[in-house]
């Protein structure tokens, strides 16, 4: 386990589980969120997005979190020797995204780039969930398991499964 690729839907604790599997393995963590967007909020320009997701991959090892775009998705989910997919049901990632959103308003999001709004971006989770049955397919997860002959999947169903990963993994 050098280089990991933590993914799925918003608000399913990517961020914490990729924050521990970093402290416990040492790897260095990126979330995507922090290479997408400025300090201001705004988003970088499509090729600054790229040059550091490039970057981040030519590195020996990483534990890369998050989406971004898809073509950068599929050359992470190449370059990873781990993929951890958290694949939760929807009403807990919907309870998270709106935890998250409460919590805000007394402590900043682990992770969070700095001049995000959480409310914008809780309202996009939102719609995003809503969108997502539509992308997290059964079809996604057999084009990534085909990509993955060689590397180690896991597939993280419960919130039981993601408060035990690193014990069970490491």
Same mark, same amino acid.
């Given at each position: 386990?050098?280089?990991?690729?933590?993914?799925?839907?918003?608000?399913?604790?990517?961020?914490?589980?990729?924050?521990?599997?970093?402290?416990?393995?040492?790897?260095?963590?990126? &979330?995507?969120?922090?290479?997408?967007?400025?300090?201001?909020? $705004?988003?970088?320009? &499509?090729e600054m997005y790229s040059?550091? %997701?490039?970057?981040?991959?030519?590195?020996?090892?990483?534990?890369? $979190?998050?989406?971004?775009?898809l073509e950068s998705f599929?050359?992470?989910?190449?370059?990873?020797?781990?993929?951890?997919?958290?694949?939760?049901?929807?009403?807990? %990632?919907?309870?998270?995204?709106?935890?998250? @959103?409460?919590?805000?308003?007394?402590?900043?999001?682990?992770?969070?780039?700095?001049?995000?709004?959480?409310?914008?971006?809780?309202?996009?989770?939102?719609?995003? @969930?809503?969108?997502?049955?539509?992308?997290?397919?059964?079809?996604?997860?057999?084009?990534?398991?085909?990509?993955?002959?060689?590397?180690?999947?896991?597939?993280?169903?419960?919130?039981?499964?993601?408060?035990?990963?690193?014990?069970?993994? @490491?």
């Open positions: 386990m050098k280089r990991v690729a933590v993914f799925g839907k918003p608000g399913g604790g990517k961020s914490t589980l990729s924050s521990k599997l970093s402290a416990e393995t040492g790897i260095k963590l990126c &979330a995507l969120d922090l290479i997408e967007y400025n300090t201001n909020g $705004e988003r970088f320009s &499509a040059k550091k %997701h490039t970057e981040l991959l030519d590195a020996d090892s990483w534990i890369i $979190e998050g989406l971004g775009t599929w050359l992470r989910i190449d370059a990873a020797d781990t993929l951890i997919y958290v694949d939760l049901p929807y009403y807990i %990632h919907y309870w998270w995204v709106t935890k998250r @959103l409460l919590k805000s308003w007394f402590v900043k999001p682990q992770g969070w780039p700095e001049g995000c709004s959480v409310f914008k971006a809780t309202l996009a989770s939102w719609k995003y @969930l809503r969108l997502s049955p539509g992308f997290w397919t059964a079809e996604l997860f057999a084009e990534i398991q085909r990509r993955a002959k060689d590397k180690d999947i896991y597939r993280i169903t419960s919130v039981k499964e993601i408060n035990n990963f690193t014990k069970r993994c @490491l």
